[in-house]
């Protein structure tokens, strides 16, 4: 398992960017698809986006994309999810999440995918 941290979260009024950071410890990080998720009160966990070990396979929810950007820099053990045009519904917790080691990125939008979490930022939209 690695071990992740969230960063970044905030207020943004709707229309703004924000970029999210996720630090991974560990030395396997470069071989765990990374995901990033989000929680309202009173609702599931919702995928996000998801990114394969090497950084070459990306997949999104309809609802972000070409708004959302998820990356990865494995020399620095981090993830991102640069966020644009931030939208109120957008608001919610939004969590860093491990796949077990070369899990395929295409198989992993669901939460029981994912066997590492992070403790999740806040994302706030106004609007």
């Known amino acids: 398992q690695v071990q992740l941290v969230e960063s970044g979260g905030g207020l943004v009024q709707a229309g703004g960017s924000l970029t999210l950071s996720c630090a991974a410890s560990?030395?396997?990080?470069?071989?765990?698809?990374m995901g990033w998720f989000r929680q309202v009160p009173g609702k599931e966990r919702e995928f996000v986006a998801v990114i394969n070990w090497s950084g070459g396979g990306t997949n999104y929810a309809d609802s972000v994309k070409g708004r959302f950007t998820i990356s990865r820099d494995n020399a620095k053990n981090t993830v991102y999810l640069q966020m644009s045009s931030l939208k109120p519904e957008d608001a919610a917790i939004y969590y860093c999440?491990?796949?077990?080691?070369?899990?395929?990125?295409?198989?992993?939008?669901?939460?029981?995918?994912?066997?590492?979490w992070g403790q999740g930022t806040q994302v706030t939209v106004s609007s």
């Open positions: 999440a491990a796949t077990l080691p070369y899990f395929p990125y295409n198989a992993a939008t669901t939460a029981q995918s994912f066997g590492s």
């Open positions: 560990g030395r396997t990080f470069r071989t765990h698809t």
